[in-house]
């Protein structure tokens, strides 16, 4: 069954698996990342711009990171809980869930901005 609605679903998810793998969502590029935190202004091979020059631009990134960074240690929690239930060790968890809720912004904050732009140029395709 062919529609035509199949290239453009094949499309999203490949700008979807490149972003997650910390790429260029149009063309999949590597080097877009200057540094762990930092995107270049836009992409070296398809100069795609990274920035729609709005002041608020990234705010949707900023919440995607706070949804994702905190759903992390919820969910070690609870499985965690879980599988040691009788008898959980609430110290470790306690420990464990703090560590977690303070790191998974960081260590996220890239994913979830070229997520961002994923989505964006999903929803609201630009030529440059």
Same mark, same amino acid.
């Given at each position: 069954? =062919? =529609?035509?609605?199949?290239?453009?679903?094949?499309?999203?998810? %490949? @700008?979807?698996? %490149?972003?997650? %793998?910390?790429?260029?969502?149009?063309?999949?590029?590597?080097? #877009?990342?200057? @540094? &762990?935190?930092?995107?270049? $202004?836009?992409? $070296?091979?398809?100069? !795609?711009?990274?920035?729609?020059?709005? @002041?608020?631009?990234?705010y949707g990134a900023y919440?995607?990171? &706070? #949804?994702?960074?905190?759903?992390?240690? #919820?969910?070690? &929690?609870?499985?965690?809980?879980? *599988?040691?239930?009788? @008898?959980?060790?609430?110290?470790?968890?306690?420990?464990? =869930?703090? *560590?977690?809720?303070?790191?998974?912004?960081? !260590?996220?904050?890239?994913?979830?901005?070229?997520?961002?732009?994923?989505?964006?140029?999903? &929803?609201?395709?630009?030529?440059?």
């Amino acid at each position: 069954m =062919t =529609t035509s609605a199949q290239p453009a679903e094949q499309t999203a998810w %490949r @700008s979807i698996s %490149r972003a997650i %793998r910390r790429r260029c969502p149009r063309c999949g590029a590597t080097d #877009v990342w200057s @540094s &762990f935190l930092r995107i270049r $202004p836009e992409c $070296p091979h398809c100069g !795609l711009r990274f920035d729609r020059g709005e @002041s608020d631009y990234f705010y949707g990134a900023y919440l995607l990171n &706070f #949804v994702a960074a905190e759903l992390v240690p #919820v969910v070690v &929690f609870v499985v965690a809980l879980i *599988v040691t239930w009788p @008898s959980p060790p609430w110290n470790l968890l306690t420990a464990v =869930t703090v *560590v977690l809720a303070i790191l998974a912004p960081i !260590l996220l904050y890239p994913t979830t901005k070229a997520l961002w732009l994923a989505l964006d140029l999903i &929803f609201r395709p630009r030529a440059n």
